[in-house]
């Protein structure tokens, strides 16, 4: 009898591989894609051209510190540039925080409707998450103090959430803040910071600051368009960077991803752009889905959450339907939503194209 390898957390075994979404119908050769919460306007041409420079360099090794990139990062929002690190994505990053932080049977505290990366790290450091419930979709603060005990390291925190939209004020995560450990990291994920638009939002710069514990984590892949590279940045404490650049690998991000990323931060037009249209478009798009007779959670994201009826004009039936009319849209029963879609606000023709469909479904008999 051979002698496989065993893995070392046995838990990990218990957990469904992460599936992204559906990019594909079959028997259709265009679609449109409305499941994965990318740009509306695809990839930003700026972003295009340095690609094509960086090419020529591709024997090179990349700048295993990310130096332009972070630079550039930093003076577009105000910050540190030695106080943050660029990862394969801002995934990577979560995996080095809990790499970094978490032991075996150290608990996670992850909410509700959380990404589901969150578990799936934690679980591979042999850690045990704590699930804490929402509040209308809404993280709860009040629920996350009080499952909190000796054993909790880590909180994460998705702010906006996903696959809800939903975000907390700076006041509220400010309030959480304050009565927690301060050996308790805290991790605000704020990856679709880009699409709110409220005056009592802080996407974690001004947390970092005030709370050494916080870590703000942002991506390259929403508004940006360039989910494609893979690119993710981190800002936190000059101890959290120091750990997180110590288990890093020296070539995390490639050189690409990099020219790239420094290509898009500049581009202050095209994230313009990109805002006020998908602040049109959700507005709209909330309206009229809920004018059809659908419930749609209040997002400040790229993306509505509709919820359907457990019966009759269900989302199982709703999302085989816009499949038909090679319109794909997320399924979120994996995140406890079965009852729910979540769809991306993608250019005008293809919200239009997505609201005259479920239109079409809400009044057949």
Excluded at 86 to 101: Q, R, T, V
Excluded at 323 to 345: C, F, H, K, N, W
């Amino acid at each position: 009898m051979k002698n496989y390898p065993v893995c070392a957390h046995l838990s990990v075994m218990s957990l469904k591989p992460y599936v992204g979404g559906a990019s594909a119908v079959k028997g259709m050769d265009k679609v449109i894609k409305l499941s994965s919460n990318e740009g509306a306007f695809g990839t930003n041409p700026a972003a295009v051209e340095a690609c094509k420079n960086a090419a020529e360099d591709l024997f090179r090794y990349p700048d295993g510190g990310s130096v332009a990139l972070r630079a550039a990062i930093a003076e577009t929002h105000g910050l540190d540039a030695n106080r943050i690190v660029c990862g394969n994505g801002s995934d990577e990053l979560i995996g080095l925080l809990c790499h970094a932080y978490l032991r075996e049977h150290d608990e996670v505290v992850i909410t509700q409707y959380a990404f589901l990366m969150y578990r799936l790290y934690a679980v591979g450091c042999g850690a045990q998450p704590v699930t804490v419930p929402e509040r209308d979709f809404r993280v709860d603060t009040d629920a996350i103090l009080k499952v909190v005990t000796p054993k909790t390291r880590m909180i994460f925190i998705a702010n906006p959430g996903n696959p809800t939209g939903t975000f907390l004020t700076r006041d509220e995560i400010a309030r959480l803040c304050r009565r927690l450990p301060e050996n308790i990291v805290i991790v605000l994920d704020a990856a679709y910071a880009e699409f709110v638009d409220s005056a009592d939002y802080d996407a974690g710069a001004g947390l970092v600051d005030e709370f050494p514990n916080v870590v703000m984590l942002r991506t390259f892949s929403k508004i940006y368009g360039l989910g494609g590279v893979r690119l993710g940045w981190s800002y936190a404490s000059q101890e959290i960077t120091d750990v997180l650049n110590r288990i890093r690998g020296p070539f995390n991000v490639n050189a690409v991803a990099q020219a790239a990323g420094v290509a898009a931060v500049r581009d202050r037009a095209f994230v313009k752009k990109s805002f006020e249209h998908n602040k049109k478009w959700r507005e709209i798009l909330t309206r009229e889905l809920t004018d059809v007779g659908l419930t749609v959670t209040p997002s400040a994201a790229n993306f509505v959450l509709a919820h359907f009826p457990k019966t009759g004009k269900t989302a199982e039936r709703a999302d085989e339907f816009l499949q038909s009319r090679g319109i794909i849209v997320r399924r979120v029963a994996s995140y406890g939503l079965p009852d729910a879609l979540r769809m991306t606000i993608g250019n005008e023709d293809e919200v239009k194209a997505l609201l005259a469909a479920l239109k079409d479904f809400m009044a057949r008999d």
